[in-house]
């Protein structure tokens, strides 16, 4: 069964840290490109960072350059979304995704076809 399960969601105050896990089933994750979206309340789903399956291109959506990294270990087909100085912004449901790699990467939705079901990020005091 093709599935990708996301944990480590949770409550975090303002400035604190966060890492995300994607943990791939049916599928090889060097294989495809993968990426992290999230949808904050009353939003749409939006991406924020993409790898490519060869883990040479990452790209960043603004919102988070700087402060978030995607990561992939292929031992476990699992990619990590690591979030550093968090802000109440940054509250929402996180989703990863992976798609056909197309040698590089892309944070539109169009590009995934297998999605997780989502974990819960909420910064607050």
């Known amino acids: 069964q093709l599935q990708l399960v996301e944990s480590g969601g949770g409550l975090v105050q303002p400035g604190g840290s966060l890492r995300l896990s994607c943990v791939a089933s049916g599928i090889t994750l060097d294989d495809n490109a993968i990426a992290w979206f999230r949808r904050a309340p009353g939003t749409e789903r939006k991406g924020i960072a993409c790898?490519?399956?060869?883990?040479?291109?990452?790209y960043y959506a603004g919102t988070v350059r700087g402060r978030f990294t995607i990561s992939r270990e292929d031992a476990t087909d699992t990619v990590y979304l690591q979030m550093n100085r968090l802000t109440p912004e940054d509250t929402a449901e996180y989703f990863c995704a992976t798609g056909e790699s197309r040698g590089g990467c892309s944070i539109s939705i169009y590009e995934y076809a297998l999605w997780g079901q989502g974990t819960l990020v909420t910064v607050a005091a």
């Open positions: 790898l490519s399956s060869n883990v040479g291109t990452t």
